[in-house]
């Protein structure tokens, strides 16, 4: 079962303006990881941002930031003041379970592809 | 400090060849793990390994197989290849698998024909 659903294939933003990337998951652990990674076209995977569980807070790096939303299982990323070099394909990921279980492995998403437009 | 290096990044084999994949983790990571990325199935877990040990397996068939050395350099393989195969093969590694973020390779893209 599809445990990590973005629904969005493509987006635009113009330069400068502010994007945001959903992101919904499904786990019935309590415990687990959300993570953010961005993929240009040379294939590398980017780490961007990452929202633990039991985070109260909503993460935040840099231009980056996760709209964290536990009840309605969200996690949006929301990118402020996109450049033309944000544009590469965003992938949302989780890591379920606590310290000891599902070692290395993150589910993802299909990811979504975003243009900046000058 | 050194990101993830894969070996070779491009690579093209015929049905029915195998191939050895490389991946050299970020030093003191001891976790690789390996992904598979395909458009039509994006990316699926390979396997993990932490001190030569395989962790953790995804749903790959037994054509598809890995290594871990003492130096935590990693290989993968995979033999009696099919046309499905054709995929960007990534490498990641942690300091525990556990916990944190993974730092990806560029990946090894396999075109078979």
């Known amino acids: 079962a599809q445990k990590i659903t973005q629904t969005q294939p493509g987006m635009f933003v113009q330069e400068k303006e502010a994007v945001t990337l959903d992101c919904t998951y499904d786990?019935?652990?309590?415990?687990?990881?959300l993570f953010w990674y961005k993929q240009p076209s040379s294939g590398e995977m980017i780490f961007l941002i990452y929202?633990?569980?039991?985070?109260?807070q909503n993460a935040t790096e840099g231009r980056y930031s996760l709209n964290f939303q536990k009840a309605r299982k969200s996690a949006n990323l929301v990118i402020s003041a996109s450049q033309l070099g944000d544009s590469a394909m965003y992938f949302c990921?989780?890591?379920?379970?606590?310290?000891?279980?599902?070692?290395?492995?993150?589910?993802f998403g299909d990811g979504t592809t975003l243009t900046v437009k000058p | 400090k050194a990101g993830v290096t894969q070996t070779p990044r491009y690579l093209i084999k015929t049905r029915g060849q195998q191939v050895t994949l490389s991946c050299s983790p970020i030093?003191?990571?001891?976790?690789v793990s390996w992904y598979q990325q395909t458009p039509g199935q994006g990316l699926q877990f390979l396997f993990e390994y932490f001190s030569e040990t395989q962790r953790n397996k995804g749903n790959f068939p037994g054509r598809f197989s890995g290594r871990q050395f003492s130096n935590s350099r990693s290989e993968m393989n995979v033999s009696t290849l099919e046309l499905g195969d054709s995929a960007l093969y990534l490498c990641a590694s942690s300091l525990s698998g556990f916990t944190g973020e993974l730092f990806f390779g560029e990946g090894s893209r396999l075109t078979v024909l």
């Open positions: 030093s003191g990571h001891r976790s």
């Open positions: 786990t019935s652990d309590q415990s687990y990881g």
């Open positions: 929202q633990g569980s039991y985070d109260e």
């Open positions: 990921a989780m890591r379920e379970g606590g310290l000891n279980t599902n070692a290395g492995k993150s589910t």
